[in-house]
């Protein structure tokens, strides 16, 4: 088996689901590929958000030094992104991918359109598009959480159908095993995972008041019913990144002092490849999920644990409704409150068998689209490897 180096450029030290993912993305490429990859990882944050490395001849020379460059899965799509001459979440244009001669997989990518849609950034990422996807080393992919939908909606179909759609590494984690201070071995628990980044898209009014409190409220009172429900039951708060701990502080906030002191835990917080695999136990682990943030869902639902979605980001309805399972997400605004998802959570409580079995199903089928699309790439990537430079 040939053995090929990988720059991956992607998110390391960000949100917990991008480690996840990448644990997925690797385990199944090395069950599906005739490949054996040794995946090098490249910060996009050093190019975008700490500005410390740039798209330049460094980088080039860098990538032309590995066998295959992957560049994803992220929200390389930023529909209202209007600081980058390509129009997306990378300062990066043609000009630069030509000058790179290895195979490039721009894989699972993902379409960000929560702070609208800007006919500057449409414009841009159109050209982006006609040159990258003309280019004869260059394999585009979307992940499947209505990412499709978006690019076929304001860039047009032509686009869409020129990248296929894949399920997200996320789905195929497999975290280790690990002890939880205050969650004993064969505990009942829900996993609760709050999302406390962009407050003014997830709480705020169409006034642009502050809903947290509110949102906190329902959330609390929700968790209040099923604990006093089952006394055995636990509440575990699973945070991904720092400022999840904001609405997890108001849902505490909103309980009852026993029930903060006698059934809940809030899960520590470690960041990058060390730091996802004792959250994701919690979702394996769990009885039940609530969850906001994509991975979470994702994770748990790989892991057929019964798993309720929030909504406040176009991307988590879209995965659900992607996978079949639509009625397991609720979205939350300052007119809908999330009485019929604990309706729903508390059934699975009681009753988990027909879930589990639902979500095994969801898993397999994934698996079998992953792996004829692993296929593809795998003879994509055989040419290209015999005729390199």
């Known amino acids: 088996m040939r053995s090929l180096n990988v720059l991956h450029l992607a ?22 590929l005739p490949f054996a990859l040794r995946h090098s990882p490249c910060e996009v944050r050093e190019f975008i958000h700490w500005q410390r490395r740039a798209f330049d001849e460094s980088f080039v020379g ?8 992957v560049i994803g899965g992220f929200s390389l799509f930023q529909l209202w992104r209007e600081t980058t001459s ?16 290895r195979p490039i997989l721009f894989h699972g990518l993902g379409v960000d359109a929560t702070r609208g849609v800007s006919q500057v950034a449409v414009a841009r990422s159109r050209a982006f598009l006609d040159a990258q996807l003309a280019f ?18 304001h860039l047009g179909p032509v686009y869409a159908d020129a990248m296929a759609v894949v399920p997200d590494g996320g789905l ?54 099923l604990l006093d429900e089952d ?27 026993r029930i903060r002191r006698e059934r809940v835990v809030v899960a520590g917080l470690a960041q990058g490849a060390d730091g996802w695999a004792p959250s994701f136990d919690l979702y394996r682990r769990a009885t039940a999920v609530i969850a906001m943030r994509y991975h979470a ?15 406040t980001h176009h991307k988590i309805e879209g995965q659900f409704e992607a996978l079949g399972l639509g009625g397991r997400c609720h979205a939350w605004t300052a007119g809908t409150d999330l009485a019929p998802l604990f309706d729903g959570l508390s059934g699975d409580l009681a009753d ?15 698996r079998a689209a992953l792996k004829r699309h692993h296929d593809d790439i795998a003879a994509w990537l055989s040419h290209r490897l015999e005729n390199a430079p």
């Open 11 to 32: 998110s390391f030290v960000g949100n917990l689901g991008d480690n996840a993912m990448h644990d997925g993305e690797y385990r199944t490429r090395a069950a599906d």
């Open 136 to 153: 004869d080393h260059c394999r585009f992919s979307l992940r499947n959480d209505g990412s499709d939908a978006l690019i076929r909606d």
């Open 231 to 257: 006394p055995s039951l636990l509440c575990v708060f699973v945070p991904h990144i720092y400022s999840d701990f904001g609405p997890i502080g108001a849902v505490l906030d909103a309980l009852d002092d």
């Open 172 to 225: 195929f984690a497999e975290p280790d095993a690990f002890d939880h201070p205050g969650v004993p071995e064969g505990a009942r628990f829900i996993a609760v995972n709050l999302a406390g980044d962009m407050p003014d898209k997830r709480y705020a009014g169409a006034d642009g008041a502050d809903l947290t409190r509110r949102f906190a409220a329902d959330v609390a009172g929700g968790l209040r019913a």
């Open 86 to 101: 390509s129009g997306t979440y990378l300062e990066a244009g043609p000009e630069l991918f030509a000058a790179i001669r």
């Open 297 to 311: 869902c994702l994770g748990s639902i790989g892991f057929g644990t019964p798993v309720f979605g929030i909504s």
């Open 62 to 69: 860098e990538a032309n030094a590995a066998d295959l460059v």
């Open 352 to 366: 988990p068998t027909s879930t589990i079995a639902q979500l095994g199903e969801v898993r397999a089928g994934e």
